[in-house]
């Protein structure tokens, strides 16, 4: 049992350069989440998904796309990265509303 | 909007107690949570506190809610440098979405 896992855990980007982070859950939860963590900011809610085939947005989701296509898997994409997306990205999951499973986070970096 | 507040940085000398404070603006509240953030890795839930109980203890963790200045606190006994992470505070809305404050640093003097 896994839990949540990430991928990559690192990534340097180039300003314009398109990636996707992977975030993967073996706990069959329904709730899915993307945060990114800022520096005197705490977490933001980018897109979250409360099942498969939906998605819904956060807080700061400008910039980002998010896929649920299966239940396990949740995609978010930065189509056009800025270096204002330079940011640590975690990923959650839930049964319903309440606690949260995180995963380790992704480090990226946009120059 | 629903806010969650809490200070961000709390320095408390080993082997001494620390008090983490939390302040949150939705009445509706029925779970209140404390996560812990260590170095390099995701949220862990510490404990959680069920909104119509005032006081909840595990171990050297002793949780009190006070609903009627909408108030949460986070006691750790016997502080370790173990201890030594970021603490989340977090509110579930009306809505039944989780509200994260920006977290409170502890550090552990020596």
């Known amino acids: 049992n896994a839990g949540v896992t990430q991928t990559p855990k690192f990534r340097v980007l180039k300003t314009g350069q398109s990636m996707t982070l992977l975030c993967a859950q073996d706990m069959n939860h329904e709730y899915m989440y993307w945060y990114r963590q800022d520096p005197g900011m705490g977490l933001r809610l980018i897109h979250y998904?409360?099942?498969?085939?939906?998605?819904a947005k956060g807080e700061v989701p400008d910039g980002y796309n998010v896929s649920r296509l299966k239940k396990q898997n949740f995609l978010l994409g930065l189509e056009s990265a800025a270096p204002s997306q330079t940011s640590v990205y975690f990923c959650a999951s839930s049964w319903s509303s309440g606690e949260q499973y995180f995963g380790p986070g992704t480090r990226l970096t946009v120059t | 909007g629903e806010d969650v507040e809490q200070s961000l940085f709390l320095s408390v000398r080993e082997g001494d107690s620390s008090v983490i404070n939390c302040t949150y603006t939705?009445?509706?509240?029925?779970?209140l949570y404390w996560y812990k953030q260590e170095p390099g890795a995701g949220l862990q839930l510490l404990t959680y506190i069920f909104s119509n109980m005032d006081m909840k203890q595990d171990q050297r963790l002793t949780v009190l809610l006070n609903k009627k200045d909408k108030h949460l606190s986070l006691r750790i006994a016997d502080t370790q440098t173990g201890d030594s992470a970021i603490y989340f505070c977090?509110?579930?809305?009306?809505?039944?979405?989780?509200?994260f404050g920006k977290g409170t640093r502890l550090h552990i003097l020596p």
């Open positions: 977090a509110d579930t809305n009306r809505d039944d979405k989780i509200i």
């Open positions: 939705d009445s509706s509240s029925t779970y």
């Open positions: 998904s409360v099942g498969e085939g939906t998605t």
